[in-house]
């Protein structure tokens, strides 16, 4: 059971590159959150999904997209990378909406 | 908006010792759940604590225990004897069914552990 995984671990882009950051749960979740956390502040939304096939905006959506087209995966994209987007990156699951988070280990990107 | 206030940015305890850390919040709702975080250097966000605002009842995890004041928007979190392990930085957050699915967050509290 490993729990909430996210991949990349680290990934440095230069200012206009694309990528995908990849959260994957083994705990059969219906609620999937991607949160950015930057120095000196708490965990922001910036999407999340209520189930398969489901996305919604959330505190801080501009210039990311994401898709959640099978239930275990949730799929961030940056279209065309900023500076302003370097931030460290979690994953978040939960069985219900009010249920406990349990967080993925994290992903550190660097836009330059 | 709900709002999560951490007024404490670090803190340190000897090692064996107690400490709590401060949060309040800010909200009109009644029905809302409360969180500790914390956040090793790892980097990783474990659940240390939750709390249900309908229970009057103080939430408690071994060595760590909250003060829920619902009346004064008060949720601090008492840590007993302290270990080196507890060293890192604490979240509060708050969810409600009327928050946009979010969890808010606070600041944060650094925690540092004296041998």
């Known amino acids: 059971n490993a729990g909430v995984t996210q991949t990349p671990k680290f990934r440095v882009l230069k200012t206009g590159q694309s990528m995908t950051l990849l959260c994957a749960q083994d705990?059969?979740?219906?609620?999937m959150y991607w949160y950015r956390q930057d120095p000196g502040m708490g965990l922001r939304l910036i999407h999340y999904?209520?189930?398969?096939?489901?996305?919604a905006k959330g505190e801080v959506p501009d210039g990311y997209n994401v898709s959640r087209l099978k239930k275990q995966n949730f799929l961030l994209g940056l279209e065309s990378a900023a500076p302003s987007q370097t931030s460290v990156y979690f994953c978040?699951?939960?069985?219900?909406?009010?249920?406990?988070?349990?967080f993925g280990p994290g992903t550190r990107l660097l836009v330059l | 908006a709900q709002t999560v206030t951490q007024s404490q940015p670090e803190m340190s305890v000897q090692e064996a010792e107690t400490v709590t850390l401060s949060c309040t919040y800010d909200?009109?709702?009644?029905?809302?759940?409360l969180f500790w975080y914390k956040q090793p250097p790892s980097r990783q966000m474990i659940l240390v604590i939750r709390?249900?605002?309908?229970?009057?009842q103080n939430a408690t995890e071994n060595r760590f225990s909250v003060n829920f004041q619902k009346a004064a928007k008060s949720f601090s979190l008492k840590i007993s004897d302290s270990q080196l392990g507890d060293a890192a930085m604490y979240f509060c957050?708050?969810?409600?069914?009327?928050?946009?699915?979010?969890?808010?967050f606070g600041t944060g509290t650094r925690l540092t552990i004296i041998p």
């Open positions: 978040a699951s939960s069985y219900l909406g009010a249920g406990t988070q349990y």
């Open positions: 705990m059969n979740h219906e609620y």
């Open positions: 999904s209520v189930g398969e096939g489901t996305t």
């Open positions: 909200t009109s709702e009644s029905d809302y759940y």
């Open positions: 709390q249900e605002a309908y229970k009057q």
């Open positions: 957050a708050y969810w409600s069914n009327f928050g946009n699915e979010k969890l808010t």
